[in-house]
């Protein structure tokens, strides 16, 4: 069986180093809030080419982390319309109205599965304050068009980079740095995951960055001064540690994810199936590669019979989850025909190339 991901393989190869990584942070005393999280979060920004970034416990609070700091900040008042994509996975919708914002759902551009700057354009009315951009499936939204839109009406403009680690344009600017602020996930399926949950803040907002900081501990910056009603959200010292001896492998497992896309999409010939479209630049790192067919169901039981995992994302949108039932009567035809469509089949820089080849023939055979 060739698995969707399997993450006992992704993390084989930094056993070692995790081990030794484990060690001398036990021996340290020190678990929350130490070296090890400094230096992550340091070398993350520089990754990033951020002038910030903060730990946070995942990637949900990232995004619910900046909201409080933008309503702290006096940026954005609660009831403050959020523009956002409507296919995306629940938690960005959730990071919106959990900090008692209104989010406003876009469709996306069928071509891309990106938020359609268009529609946004559309959209904008006297309540929006912000626009909530998700690199979906690990390809950066048409950010220049989003940041000339921003600029223009004084917008937030947001990134949910939950699952485009590494994704970059043509100037050479990564996620998480191409907007006032961007969440990531270190879950641990992503292309940089922890061995738990985990997740980061991205900032060069020196205002947001010294507000985030506290309010992702407690409302404090010194110990037992509460300056702000804050919460708990923090990156564990051992999740650091494992993510910092990871990171050193990003760039070049993107690269991996990148080619086998690039190989799945010339080898992969099947008038049933639409394929993803992909400039060949670094502006995708292939978090998920996702096919679109008519007969999703059919063919997700056929690769399985086969000996092949595959997964939707997602299967229902946002507007029509139970969570959602004020929203359940509205209509998004992109999106729900997505919805529907959408099948990921394996990709991520441990398959190995007999598995390739099984995944491209058992499709072309379909
Ligand atoms: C697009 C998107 N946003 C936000 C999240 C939330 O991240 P986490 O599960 O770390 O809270 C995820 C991942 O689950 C995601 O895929």
């Known amino acids: 069986m060739i698995k969707f991901n399997d993450l006992k393989k992704v993390n084989q190869p930094f ?11 036990l021996q340290s005393g020190w678990y929350i ?4 999280t400094s230096n992550f979060e340091k070398d993350f920004a520089a990754y990033c080419g951020t002038q910030y970034c903060l730990g946070v416990g995942n990637g ?45 759902l876009i469709e ?12 946004v354009q559309q959209h904008i009315s ?10 979906l499936y690990g390809q950066l939204a048409n950010m220049e068009t989003l940041q000339q839109m921003a600029k223009e009406h004084k917008l937030l403009l947001l990134e ?31 292309n940089l995951g922890a061995l738990g949950d985990g997740g980061a803040i991205t900032t060069n907002d020196d205002k947001l960055y010294q507000i985030i900081k506290k309010i992702a501990n407690y409302g404090s910056e010194k110990k037992d001064v509460n300056t702000l009603k804050g919460i708990n959200s923090r990156l564990d010292e051992i999740q650091a540690a494992f993510l910092s001896v990871k990171l050193k492998s990003l760039e070049g497992d993107n690269d991996k994810r990148r080619a086998i896309a690039a190989h799945y999409l010339t080898s992969i010939k099947n008038p049933k199936l639409l394929l993803p479209k992909f400039s060949g630049g670094k502006d995708h790192v292939f ?8 007969e999703r169901d059919n063919l997700k039981k056929y690769l399985l019979d086969n ?47 007999f598995e390739i080849e099984k995944i491209i023939n058992t499709l072309n055979r379909y």
Not at 163 to 187: D, E, I, R, V
Request: aromatic share 8%.
């Open 126 to 135: 006297p309540k929006t304050k912000g626009i909530l951009a998700v690199h």
């Open 108 to 119: 996306p551009d069928s071509a891309t599965f990106n938020i359609n700057p268009a529609l």
């Open 160 to 190: 949910d980079a939950a699952q485009a680690h590494g994704a970059m344009n043509n100037s050479g600017q990564k996620a998480g740095n191409l907007s006032n602020a961007a969440g990531f996930s270190f879950y641990p399926s992503k």
């Open 15 to 25: 056993e070692i180093e995790f081990k030794k990584s484990f060690n001398s942070f």
């Open 307 to 353: 000996g092949i995992e595959s997964m939707i994302h997602y299967p229902t949108p946002p507007h029509k989850q139970q969570a959602f039932q004020e929203w359940n009567t509205l209509n998004f035809p992109i999106t729900e025909q997505i919805h529907k469509q959408t099948l990921s089949i394996p990709l991520n820089p441990i398959l190995e190339t």
């Open 60 to 104: 949900l609070d990232a995004l619910k982390i900046i909201f409080k700091g933008y309503l702290a900040l006096g940026r954005l008042q609660i009831g403050d319309e959020i523009l956002v994509p409507a296919n995306t996975y629940i938690a960005t919708i959730l990071a919106i109205t959990e900090t008692g914002l209104s989010p406003i």
């Open 33 to 36: 809030k130490g070296k090890q």
């Open 287 to 294: 978090h998920i590669f996702t096919i679109l067919t008519e």
